[in-house]
């Protein structure tokens, strides 16, 4: 069991808005530690989609956004396309673990 | 280009030992942490730890740690993950990435290698 939450499973119809929640404790996220996210298309390496709670590395849509706030962060993906279509991940810190941590991560369908 | 080149899948018996490479090429590669993220099939992804190939200070889960050893060789700029005696459970693809910072508490993994399939079966 993650102890970043994530919902399983996510979706929507091209064109529309999706967001993905990532839930943490005061021991991550709620401490201040910074949230990252991962497109994982299947059969291929995870990627770095959003670092630092909501900047973009150079080439990644600005259809892609993070946001953060308290124990939560969330990854909104606007203007959904099929090649959207992937496994989101979130990650964080937990300084109870002295460690990095992933949330389970979040499929997303595109209708 | 920042890349992280993995070794080949590998087959293996339970208790035969294994160690798999990750090198890197197109930066400094005592400038970043190294780290190994384990994916069993159909499963999320699980921080195993990490190392600073600059003087091989390493960190592990504690859900890995006894169970793996992670080394660096900064000459051949090379991170390495090897397991003394498999389980039939460690198989899994196994990932390694880099740090995008130095603060690791702040630190996300912003390149990957390829993967390297590990199957464990007698």
């Known amino acids: 069991q993650s102890v970043l939450t994530q919902p399983p499973s996510v979706s929507g119809a091209p064109g529309q808005r999706v967001t993905i929640s990532c839930t943490g404790s005061s021991s991550y996220i709620g401490a201040g530690y910074d949230v990252h996210w991962y497109q994982q298309v299947p059969g291929t390496a995870p990627k770095l989609l959003i670092y630092g709670n909501n900047n973009r590395p150079s080439g990644v849509p600005d259809r892609f956004s993070g946001s953060k706030s308290d124990t939560s962060a969330s990854l909104a993906i606007t203007g959904l396309q099929a090649e959207d279509e992937a496994d989101y991940y979130c990650?964080?810190?937990?300084?109870?673990?002295?460690?990095?941590?992933f949330g389970g991560g979040t499929k997303l369908t595109v209708l | 280009e920042v890349q992280l080149v993995q070794s080949g899948a590998a087959v293996k018996k339970p208790g035969e030992s294994l160690k798999i490479s990750c090198k890197g090429s197109?930066?400094?590669?005592?400038?970043?942490?190294i780290g190994w993220v384990r994916q069993m099939p159909g499963k999320g992804l699980e921080w195993m730890g990490i190392i600073d190939p600059g003087d091989s200070d390493t960190r592990y889960s504690p859900s890995f740690q006894g169970q793996v050893t992670i080394s660096a060789d900064k000459s051949i700029t090379t991170a390495s993950l090897q397991w003394s005696s498999l389980k039939a459970s460690d198989t899994a693809m196994y990932y390694c990435?880099?740090?995008?910072?130095?603060?690791?508490?702040?630190?996300?993994?912003?390149?990957w290698g390829q993967g390297t399939m590990v199957t464990v079966s007698s």
């Open positions: 990650q964080s810190y937990d300084s109870s673990l002295s460690g990095l941590v």
């Open positions: 990435v880099r740090l995008n910072i130095a603060m690791v508490t702040f630190a996300a993994f912003d390149t």
């Open positions: 197109g930066y400094s590669f005592t400038t970043y942490w």
